[in-house]
Nanobody
């Protein structure tokens, strides 16, 4: 069974940076899109960023484009999210996700999920 474990969340001031990491076990990351979603209090979970199964493409939501960078290491079964120029509206629980379907774009409807890590950005 696929397990995803996130790390790296915390409290940071606006304008600061954090790096989130996700380690996958119980299954290979190779051949599967991986990425990050987030959920703020009172809001639905939303897409943040994804890296394609072969690492050839990355995708970002408009709200984080230019500030966040996703990277993956298939040899280590990891995916990281470097978050710069953080804003208070980035405050949320961040979830790592891996699609259950190979060679297709990451979808929340078919993803395995980690338990999440809290990111809090103070103004």
């Amino acid at each position: 069974q696929v397990q995803l474990v996130e790390s790296g969340g915390g409290l940071v001031q606006a304008g600061g940076s954090l790096r989130l990491s996700c380690a996958a076990s119980g299954g290979t990351a190779r051949g599967y899109d991986m990425g990050w979603f987030r959920q703020a209090p009172g809001k639905e979970r939303e897409f943040v960023a994804a890296a394609s199964w072969n690492g050839g493409s990355t995708y970002y939501s408009d709200s984080v484009k230019g500030r966040f960078t996703i990277s993956r290491d298939n040899a280590k079964n990891t995916v990281d999210l470097q978050m710069n120029s953080l804003k208070p509206e980035d405050t949320a629980v961040y979830y790592c996700a891996r699609d259950s379907r190979p060679y297709v774009r990451l979808s929340s409807r078919s993803a395995y999920w980690g338990r999440g890590t809290q990111v809090t950005v103070s103004s």
